[in-house]
């Protein structure tokens, strides 16, 4: 079964460090988001893809992020500069783009702990 | 953009008993989804629906358009249910969008 990877699972980093999380959506689903959860809440939309295009991006993603899908496959997600309250547990989903919406899969996470 | 609600926070029930979650939004949207999401962040969808109710072993969800309320039954509850329930949806009503999410209830069925 090859569903959503996320790569790392885990990452710990100084402040002020870039970190680079990938996600590797199920094959041939087009649609590809990130999503951010802190503990004790629900995860909130950063940004989607269509393919390659970035179609959407949360006022969430300030201009320290930034995340591509270069040949519509894998995404990766930058954090650049990184500060503690960026710690979180960064999601990834995809889906098929057979109807107007469809389920999202979502990938382990990746969590990341900002020192 | 859209604001989700979900009532209980917390839940805590004995193994056998019927279980109800609720969420409530505030605009038009093409379809909700029920996740669950167990300790250690795994999120897996348990429904989509756009109206009426579906039902798939002992988890049945109903929505309700017009009044934009939607419910999440568990029958014959099981310590193994015990996880976090999401509702979530389109944060601009449907299509493609990104998803917004209640902050979810966590459930604790004891044995």
């Known amino acids: 079964d090859t569903g959503v990877s996320q790569d790392p699972r885990h990452k710990i980093t100084k402040r002020g460090q870039n970190v680079t999380f990938r996600c590797d959506p199920i094959s041939e689903h087009n649609r590809l988001y990130w999503y951010r959860q802190t503990l004790g809440q629900g995860p909130e939309f950063l940004t989607y893809?269509?393919?390659?295009?970035?179609?959407?991006k949360s006022r969430l993603l300030s201009d320290r992020f930034s995340a591509e899908r270069p040949k519509g496959s894998f995404s990766t997600l930058e954090i650049q500069r990184t500060e503690q309250g960026d710690s979180a547990m960064y999601l990834c989903?995809?889906?098929?783009?057979?109807?107007?919406?469809?389920?999202?899969?979502f990938g382990p996470g990746t969590r990341l702990l900002v020192l | 953009k859209n604001e989700v609600e979900q009532s209980p926070q917390n839940l805590t029930a004995q193994e056998g008993e019927f279980i109800t979650i609720n969420c409530s939004y505030s605009?038009?949207?093409?379809?909700l989804h029920w996740l669950q999401q167990h300790p250690g962040g795994g999120i897996v969808s348990l429904f989509m629906?756009?109206?009426g109710k579906k039902k798939h072993g002992r988890l049945i969800a109903t929505i309700n358009i017009q009044e934009k309320h939607s419910s999440l039954h568990i029958t014959a509850s099981h310590p193994r249910d015990s996880a976090v329930y999401i509702c979530a949806v389109p944060h601009s009503g449907g299509g493609a969008d990104g998803l917004t999410f209640g902050k979810g209830t966590h459930l604790i069925i004891q044995p």
């Open positions: 989903a995809s889906s098929p783009t057979l109807g107007r919406e469809e389920t999202q899969y």
């Open positions: 605009v038009g949207i093409s379809a």
């Open positions: 629906l756009s109206s």
């Open positions: 893809f269509q393919n390659e295009a970035q179609l959407e």
